[in-house]
Structure formats: structure tokens, C-alpha cells
Nanobody, 118 residues
Framework: QVQLVESGGGLVQAGGSLRLSCTVS??????MGWYRQGPGGQREWVAS???????NYADSVKGRFDISKDHAKNTGYLQMNSLKPEDTAVYYC??????????????WGQGTQVTVSS
């Protein structure tokens, strides 16, 4: 059974740091991503990492956030530094499951709340 379990969210003051984790079970991680949804807003893409390790970031987080993954732990991470109040959102991880002869299947975590106080 495929499961993505997120952890690491919480309340932090502006300028602080948090590290989110996303542990995947049911398949070996490859490409992963992080998204967020602020109060009353739409879900937006934050960062992604390819199966080969190439990374991309939204302009709003570039230089402050770092996406990585540990294949041995089958876990993805989002290191968030210099946090701002506008980073407050529920953060979701996303992982693509390769399937032999079939399209990639997208899976989502349950979300973890990040609140940045000013």
C-alpha cells in the first residue's frame, strides 16, 4: 500500500527554519515535489526534484528553501530557512510512482501546517 507521511511542520518566528520530511512507503522514491496552500488560496508549487536529483524552485522561495531526498530512507525533505509570514500554509509532498508499462502515478501526503509569526 502506498503511503506518504509528512512531518516537521509547526509554528516558527519569522527568520526561523523548519525541515519538512515526507517518508514514502510502497515504492522507491524518484521524482518528488512540495506544494503549499495558504489560507483561502490555491495550492501552489514550491519545489521539485527529479529522479536524477535536479532541483527547481518557485521564485518566492529560491535561495531560502532546499529540496533533497534520501533514497536509503525513502524520504524527501524540504529545508526552509529565513521563513516569512507569507510562507504560512499547509505543505504537501508529492511523489511520482513509476509503473512498468504504465504512466507515472501521482501520490500526495496528508499535508503539514507551517505557521510563521511576525
Amino acid at each position: 500500500q502506498v503511503q506518504l507521511v509528512e512531518s516537521g511542520g509547526g509554528l516558527v518566528q519569522a527568520g526561523g527554519s523548519l525541515r519538512l520530511s515526507c517518508t514514502v512507503s510502497g515504492f522507491s522514491i524518484g521524482a518528488m515535489g512540495w506544494y503549499r496552500q495558504g489560507p483561502g488560496g490555491q495550492r501552489e508549487w514550491v519545489a521539485s526534484i527529479t529522479s536524477g536529483g535536479a532541483t527547481n524552485y518557485a521564485d518566492s522561495v529560491k535561495g531560502r528553501f532546499d529540496i533533497s531526498k534520501d533514497h536509503a530512507k525513502n524520504t524527501g525533505y524540504l529545508q526552509m530557512n529565513s521563513l516569512k509570514p507569507e510562507d504560512t500554509a499547509v505543505y504537501y509532498c508529492n511523489a511520482l510512482q513509476p509503473r512498468l508499462g504504465r504512466p507515472l502515478k501521482e501520490h500526495w501526503g496528508q499535508g503539514t501546517q507551517v505557521t510563521v509569526s511576525s
